[in-house]
Nanobody
């Protein structure tokens, strides 16, 4: 069992920055891909960013160039640095991770509790 605890959300003005953290605990010996989804009111879940164990990254077009995902495998933690925030970035952000067997992600994802990000003037 893996538990994910998120932090770093809050209220920020357009153009500002936030850094989200997601710390994994429990059975963390083989965590593969990690990343972030977000859900805005009335919208479907959207994959924001993800990063593999080896550091390969993918970003949604809407955040490319503004957001940076990273991970610290020694500390079992992932981060989402969000710069140049826009009102349309307002959403609940959920971190997730997969377990890894060999080089492959396996099983269902584990999820954090979500953290609210509000971008408003």
């Amino acid at each position: 069992q893996v538990q994910l605890v998120e932090s770093g959300g809050g209220l920020v003005q357009p153009g500002g920055s936030l850094r989200l953290s997601c710390a994994a605990s429990g059975s963390t010996f083989s965590i593969g891909t990690m990343g972030w989804y977000r859900r805005a009111p009335g919208n479907e879940r959207e994959l924001v960013a993800r990063i593999t164990y080896g550091g390969s990254t993918n970003y949604a077009d809407a955040v490319k160039g503004r957001f940076t995902i990273s991970r610290d495998n020694a500390k079992n933690t992932q981060f989402l640095q969000m710069n140049s925030l826009k009102p349309e970035d307002t959403a609940v952000y959920f971190c997730y991770c997969h377990r890894m067997f060999g080089d492959n992600d396996v099983g269902y994802a584990y999820w954090g509790q979500g953290t609210q990000v509000t971008v408003s003037s």
